[in-house]
């Protein structure tokens, strides 16, 4: 965390945040935020402050302090990562939601677009990579395809130890190690969940797994900078350090009272204001490949956490914002007309990269072609710099909500900041609408429902639910 320390270095890393096209000043009084209404929140925005506050001193928001409190288990990671890299050709996450986005998503960020081809010398000696995030059979039989069980470590990642699609992959490629390794099947997996409850660590410790553990007070949607994202991460080479480095930095910027100062404070109160103005469609709009998938990971930040039927009073509420994926500029070309000329339910964000870590030319030709040559000359990133520009002022122009996170480059640095600036985000909103972000009530009946079709002890009088439900009407299948 050298850079960390070097003020001047941090300070030019710094995440900058701008919401001037979700001003009413800059997009008309009739669409936009006036400052007016911002400061009229102020007894329900602090109000949301000492709430944090109050939760994070209780220890009920601990994923805040993962910047400052692995140190051990930061050595430990980094120690089992040049282990697995010594011995293993293919590491394999078994995991779904937010044991799986995260991941995804900074190794996306902070490795080569194209990782697992490179020679493994390009990977400088880390291992291929995989996520199972789902359990379609076709999917997980052509893993096994391309991959060499014999050579492949294995993260088992749930912290209840109980969700169904890790620990059915789980007993799949227990059986296949079992078969193909004998004894020594224990040495290809690592279990990544709660240190005392669930399934998981007890099987983890009658199997003698390697085991890292989620802090009781991390959900999985807010354990991106816990062992559930920092192994997968330090396996495939990303500094850790600098991630953890970057959040606790804008841990600092997210620390003020004042909401005009806090990035994710201000982001939280636009946003809510837009909630309450009907906008009840978050679009996540990285313009950078390297980011794609940082809207997967927010996806279910924001939908799991404020998509809820009721508020802490026990009152129905039915708030929370649909989250959206687009990628620019790939979906200016199928998303974009909607966004400009649709109904106004939508706030885009824009997440924009300032320095691209490598750059392309475009060559000159066709000068008998203006539409053609004006391109040469200029680079790849200038055009997708334009192209952020243009859709910006187009939605600007048609009266549309968008604000933009600007990253200087993309970096472990940066990719830490992001990620806390937007779980600060979430969980404030959560305050501001006044409902519990930290649980996802809404998940349980669906998985309920699972347990009993699948015959889990139990839940027969669920399965008995299921089985008297009303037949479906023949006259309404086609």
Known sequence: ??????????????????????????????????????????????????????????????????PYTQADVVKDILATAEDIKRRFECFVVLGIGGSALGPIAVHQALNHLHYNELPREKRNGCPRFYVVDNIDPERMRALFDIIDVKSTAFNVITKSGSTSETMAQFLIVRDMLKEAVGDKYREHIIATTDAEKGNLIRIAREEGFKTFYIPAGVGGRFSELSPVGLLPAAVCGIDIEELLAGAAYMDELCSK????????????????????QGKNISVMMPYADSLKYMADWYAQL????????????????????????????????????????????????????????????IPKGYEDMPAV???????????????????????????????????PEVNAFTVGQLLYLLEVETAFAGELLNINAFDQPGVEEGKNATYALMGRPGYEEKKAELEGRPKKREEYII
């Open 1 to 66: 965390m050298k850079r960390f320390e070097d003020a001047s270095w941090r300070e030019s890393m710094r995440i900058r945040f701008d919401y001037n096209n979700m001003m009413s000043d800059m997009i008309g009084e009739e669409y936009g935020i006036s400052k007016e209404q911002i400061l009229a929140l102020q007894p329900k925005i602090k109000a949301a402050i000492e709430a944090l506050k109050g939760k994070r001193k209780a220890g009920k928001t601990e994923w805040r302090d993962l």
């Open 257 to 276: 009272d004042d909401v005009f100062e806090n990035p994710a404070y201000m982001a939280a109160v636009l946003q809510y204001i837009a909630m309450k």
């Open 302 to 361: 924001w939908a799991e956490s404020l998509g809820k039927k009721f508020d802490v009073e026990g009152r129905e509420v039915y708030v929370g914002q649909t989250p959206v994926k687009a990628l620019g500029v790939t979906d200016q070309h199928s998303q974009i007309q909607l966004y400009t000329e649709g109904p106004f339910d939508k706030v885009i964000t824009f997440i924009k990269v300032e320095n691209f870590r490598s750059e392309v030319d």
């Open 373 to 407: 040559s004006f391109l040469g000359g200029h680079t790849l990133g200038q055009l997708l710099h334009a192209e952020q520009t243009a859709t910006e002022y187009a939605l600007y122009k048609a009266k549309r909500m968008n604000r933009t996170i600007i990253l």
